[in-house]
């Protein structure tokens, strides 16, 4: 506007000078020019310094709130400046978490903060199955423990909609991998595993098989069916260094302790089959607790040592709600994929070889028996043989917590 009150001045000024004799035509014409000069003037300026303004707004390194702000009501005037020009975080959704929402833990890898958490939902979660849960710096099993939380703890799960989505897909049977999520506790993030985390009490996560990759195979013997005890199958496993999972029951350990000891002595992980010889599954919740508790305290009273956390039902009889009441008394429930079908008294030794060899599969959990009627005659002597074939194939043998572990 300045530029156009200077063009009308200067020929005010040229009409006031100009000579009696001059012609109207020449005023005319040198006053044309003047416009002509002052317009082609002022629409460089504007269209320079307009540009250089323009680039430098859009420059996303160069971009604050303040401007972006200040160019977002300029742009409700002008239209020069769009809002989706504006920056924006990979991922973010409409309502993304923010920068005060989740605070990397001291140590803790930087990728866990604001940038990786754009986008997540955040759903509240439980500790269960384990009493105390690892919290890491990192998404692998090498990174520092940074943190805990104890059985029963509040946390915070954070999670992408897909990510959201799949962990439920599996209801009302929630077989969880080992893999780490991302997990807020008391206003610190870090990595923990599926297992040992759910978002709803009764819906809680157990083990089925581990994660392939790395072909491993893990033996358990659920102990309790009642028959002599094949011992000379812990004298092949001793002789051949393959490790083991032992599930024991109550009872059985209050019955051969010195078997339990020696179990214990050669390095088997002890974990709970249960107390008594009952379906679970037909008992209301507080004798499915009891008979869990007295099984941990008979066992304990044997060994001398805590149990290692992990529970297996007799007879395979379990339910969502069973594996919530033994979850919530820090216990993992674990399940299996290759049966030996070898607690009947019909079990033979090539029976039991064929179902696991065939049955086989990277990240298996093959069930077996070291007191069932036909024990000795039918695992006992397969045993050997299926360990020979298993090594044969490239397969490694793991304990149950190894399994529970995503692959090296």
Known sequence: MSLVRTARDVVHRIYAAAPT?????????????TVFFFAFLSGYLTTRLG??????????????????????????????????STPRI?????????????????????????????????QPATVVGTEQLDIRSCPETSCEVVTTAPLGASLTLLVTDDASEEIHAESPDFAASGRFVLVESEGNSGYAQDLF?????????????????????????????GAEPAIGILDTLETERVPATMFVMGWWADAHPSILQRMV?????????????????SRPDDEVAEDIERA?????????????????????????????????????????????????????????????????????????????????????????????????????????????????
């Open 51 to 84: 540009g250089a303004t323009q680039g430098a707004s859009l420059a996303p390194e160069t971009v604050t709130p303040t401007t972006v702000t200040a160019l977002a009501e300029e742009s409700s005037n002008t239209g020069a400046i769009a809002l989706e």
């Open 296 to 408: 941990t305290a008979a066992i304990e009273h044997a060994t001398g040592k805590p149990i290692d956390r992990y529970f297996t039902p007799y007879a395979a009889a379990i339910n969502e709600r069973v594996r919530a009441v033994a979850a919530a008394r820090g216990f993992l429930p674990v399940a299996w994929t290759v049966s030996a079908a070898d607690y009947g008294a019909d079990a033979t030794a090539d029976s039991v070889y064929d179902r696991v060899i065939d049955e086989i599969h990277d990240g298996g959990i093959v069930e077996l028996h070291l007191d069932a009627p036909a024990s000795a005659e039918s695992t006992g002597r397969a045993l050997p043989r299926i360990i020979a074939e298993l090594r044969t194939k490239g397969y490694r043998f793991v304990t149950i917590p190894e399994m529970t572990l995503p692959c090296p």
């Open 90 to 122: 990979a991922g973010m959704t409409a309502s993304p978490i923010t920068s005060d929402a989740v605070t990397p833990i001291a140590g803790a890898d930087p990728a866990v903060g604001v940038a990786s958490a754009a986008g997540l939902m955040r």
């Open 21 to 33: 004799r001059l012609s109207v035509a020449m005023i005319a014409i040198v006053t044309l020019m």
């Open 197 to 225: 985390v759910t978002t709803e009490p009764a819906h809680v996560p157990y083990l089925l098989q581990g994660t392939e990759g790395c072909k491993r195979v893990a033996l358990i013997f659920n102990i309790g069916v």
């Open 265 to 281: 002595d050669e390095g088997y992980i002890i974990g709970s089959h249960g107390y008594d010889n009952i379906e679970l599954t």
